[in-house]
């Protein structure tokens, strides 16, 4: 496909619209600080929140060097729904969008977390991705400072995009889980203790 048609694509940021949290956090310059504004004033604001902080909808990746879209293609990396690029240097965010979102919350299960800390780490790995970025805030794709490539307009199950990589049986040590909710941390951080204890 050419880019011009890629462009065509509305799906995925109706999508993005459509499930941001009602009172995101957001701002215009990540240097003065987030605020939390009602969906309807944070959406014109560069960066947002795009996941609620009880489940994930989106995994994204911040790509600090240019051409995002090339090392994707050259790793044979899954094609993202969003690519978020910064005009000015060229780095962007890479969002992927899921079919089923991810429970974060206790009512989740401990399963699909798991899986997908593993997608995450295996693709942020595989594309060189920014290891401390956590995922809070993006850049928002709906703001007209961006460039955004609309790419995909399928949302991937965990299975879907677990097809393109290798995923670890275990995380590593210093893998970060944090982005992925509070349960991932806790139980990183208590489990040897538990295990010893019990």
């Known amino acids: ?42 959406i014109n604001k560069k960066i947002i929140q795009p996941n609620t902080i009880s489940k994930i909808l989106w995994l994204i990746f911040d790509y600090d060097e240019t051409d995002a879209l090339g090392k994707i293609e050259a790793t044979n990396s899954p094609y993202p729904n969003l690519i978020v690029i910064n005009p000015v240097n060229g780095k962007s965010h890479i969002f992927y969008s899921l079919v089923t979102p991810v ?14 800390a593993k997608i995450q780490y295996a693709l942020r790995e595989k594309i060189g991705a920014d290891i ?27 299975g879907e995009l677990a097809e393109y990589l290798e995923l670890p049986l275990k995380l590593p040590q210093k893998a970060v889980v944090e982005g992925l909710g509070r349960n991932c941390s806790i139980f990183e951080t208590v489990r040897h203790i538990a295990y010893a204890n019990v």
């Not at 694509?9 to 499930?19: H, M, T, V, Y």
């Not at 009512?107 to 899986?115: A, E, F, I, T, V």
């Open 1 to 42: 496909m050419v880019l011009e048609e890629l462009e065509q694509i509305p799906e995925q940021l109706s999508l993005f619209e459509d499930n941001l949290p009602h009172k995101p956090y957001c701002t215009d310059d990540k240097n003065s600080g987030l605020l939390i504004r009602p969906k309807a004033i944070a």
């Open 103 to 116: 429970i974060t919350t206790d009512n989740g299960r401990w399963k699909p977390l798991d899986y997908l």
């Open 132 to 158: 401390g970025y956590s995922g809070l805030v993006s850049k928002n794709p709906l703001h007209s400072h961006w460039k955004v490539l609309q790419l995909n307009p399928k949302s991937y199950e965990l």
